[in-house]
């Protein structure tokens, strides 16, 4: 497949681009890469250097590959993180664009907002940007819980809070939505669940939580999750198969101690897991 990933790039580490677009490349899909920004690092250090490129640049990088005639070989867009509404614009306009040269391409969308115990961390008007347009053009979606909260205006305390938390947000317009991380009070207290929905049900896989905490983890299990729900149209099998890849991931950064994740050192895990996590369906 060729998939076009907007998002951004750090030169250190892996978060953005630099954590979605190896993964894909690695389960063999042709990735065509658009950087939102350019920074030295991610900012969870706290500083950092480079520059954020503006919405015309998008724009004009898209016009660039019309002109290839490239379009009707895309087979889907994936988005992350919008540092402003206008970059989220030139998405949309590209996902617009992509859609009428390939009728079967499909738009990804991690609606990047905020977190559980963090709140509310991007720029004003940005949420309301992801619930009121990205989210509606999206046929996939990769929420975390504090953001599907967020999208379907429900406060998700149960596992059935959650699966009507997704209802409501389908109804939006998004087909498939996959939450990356949902704590809820039938979740024991060592596991963390991830829940995926889509025309053929409603899915869960539990696995072990482990004590990390590192950036771009989202990045690469929304590239992960679609690809293979490009493959499959499966949400269960897109589902077991990134959260599979995703433990392995993080479970080998874990044993590394190291504050950035693993993609490169750990690329097996996303063609063979170390361990399989099989779905259950709800």
């Known amino acids: 497949m060729n998939i076009l990933s907007i ?3 750090v030169a250190y580490g892996h978060v953005g681009n630099a954590s979605a677009m190896f993964p894909m490349q690695r389960l063999g899909h042709e990735v065509w890469g658009i950087h939102t920004v350019q920074f030295s690092n991610h900012t969870g250090y706290g500083a950092w250097r480079g520059e954020v490129f503006g919405a015309d640049l998008i724009r004009e990088l898209v016009g660039g590959m019309e002109d290839r005639n490239v379009l009707p070989r895309c087979d889907g867009v994936l988005s992350g993180y919008m540092g402003a509404a206008e970059i989220g614009d030139a998405i949309l306009d ?3 664009r992509v859609k009428a040269a390939n009728a079967a391409a499909h738009y990804c969308c991690d609606p990047v907002i905020g977190d559980v115990g963090r709140g509310v961390f991007v720029r004003p008007g940005i949420p309301e940007f992801m619930r009121e347009r990205a989210v509606p053009a999206a046929d996939l979606i990769t929420p975390n819980q504090f953001e599907l909260d967020f999208l379907s205006g429900r406060t998700t305390t149960t596992l059935a809070d959650a699966q009507a938390a997704c209802a409501a947000v389908h109804a939006t317009g998004p087909r498939v939505i996959l939450v990356t991380s949902l704590h809820t ?9 991830l829940m995926a929905s889509g025309p053929d049900g409603t899915f869960r896989v539990r696995t072990p939580k482990l004590d990390i905490s590192v950036n771009g ?3 690469a299990i929304a590239a992960l999750f679609f690809v293979h729900w490009k493959s499959t149209h499966s949400a269960a099998e897109a589902l077991s198969k990134a959260a599979s890849s995703a433990y392995g991931l993080l479970a080998r950064t874990a044993a590394a101690g190291s504050r950035e994740i693993l993609t490169v050192a750990a690329q097996d895990e996303f063609v063979t897991p170390s361990r399989v996590f099989t779905p259950e369906k709800l």
Request: charged share 30%; hydrophobic share 30%; net charge negative.
């Open 217 to 219: 983890a989202g990045d």
């Open 185 to 193: 009070e039938e979740t024991p207290a060592d596991s963390i669940d």
């Open 7 to 9: 998002q951004s790039w």
């Open 94 to 96: 590209t996902v617009g």
